[in-house]
């Protein structure tokens, strides 16, 4: 895959995070063995955004799960399932690379979708404590709750990684993200002001009602496509709640 590659224009630029990823391919490859796993794999790329909604509502402990029923195969063990998220994740975002790799007009917004899908691996950091605190016979292993906490690891040090990358781009390209002023003049001229608006107020009252920051995001999505037919994207979304200070990033373990 690296070889492959190689032959972007933008190969150089882009190899920290590239190597970063593969790391992650390569530790969750060894529990996608069976015959099944390419099964599990496409059924997790493709139903990604859904499995990590119900993950991020209900606990990584529901990954599993959700990957063996979008894949219709219950009989997947729980590491071939979350590996097989892991590796929809990963190639979700090398995906998001590619514009930038090829040299095209690739910018901010890839790498936030690139990070994005990184910090959706996160999800196996909970597998796995899940895995310690309620153990079942149809759970993990010792070695599959270690090699959970290992492909968590791998996947905070890429988002870094991104993180950095995120940063000197929009300084490379000439954002200015000083007070937001790019962002606040496209809301504007795009229409948007009305509509951030009522998911704020929407946000407001769902954590009156009850709801924890962490629901906020997959609630207001389900409640904007049924009032107007179109939702936001995870990303857009989560951005919108974090201007206005009602977005809970999930707390790292010590």
């Known amino acids: 895959m690296r070889a492959r590659l ?8 882009c ?6 990823i593969l790391s992650i391919v390569e530790a969750c490859r060894p529990w996608l063995d069976g015959a099944h796993a390419r099964r599990l794999a496409e059924a997790a790329y493709t139903r990604n955004d859904a499995i990590d909604q119900m993950a991020e509502g209900y606990g990584g402990r529901v990954l599993p799960g959700e990957v063996r029923r979008a894949a219709g195969y219950e009989q997947a063990g729980d590491m071939e399932a979350i590996s097989a998220y892991v590796l929809a994740c990963a190639a979700h975002a090398l995906q998001a690379l590619l514009p930038i790799l ?12 690139h990070k994005v899908f990184l910090d959706s691996v996160g999800a196996v950091r909970d597998c796995a404590v899940h895995g310690y605190t309620a153990p079942n016979p149809s759970g993990l292993s010792a070695g599959e709750i270690d090699a959970c906490f290992e492909i968590a690891d791998l996947a905070d040090a890429a988002a870094l990684i991104a993180t950095r990358s995120a940063s000197g781009y929009r300084r490379i390209e000439g954002y200015q993200p000083v007070g937001g002023l790019l962002v606040e003049g496209r809301r504007q001229l795009d229409g948007t002001d009305a509509r951030d608006e009522a998911i704020r107020l929407k946000a407001l009252e769902l954590i009156r009602t009850g709801t924890k920051l962490h629901n906020l995001s997959s609630k207001l999505r389900g409640w904007l496509l049924r009032g107007t037919g179109k939702s936001l994207s995870k990303p857009a979304m989560n951005a919108i709640l974090k201007r206005y200070g009602l ?8």
């Open 15 to 20: 190899e920290a995070r590239i190597s970063s």
């Open 102 to 113: 090829a040299g095209e007009r690739g910018g901010a917004d890839d790498w936030e979708w």
């Open 6 to 13: 190689a032959d972007y224009r933008r190969f150089d630029d």
């Open 247 to 254: 977005h809970s990033s999930p707390a790292k373990k010590k």
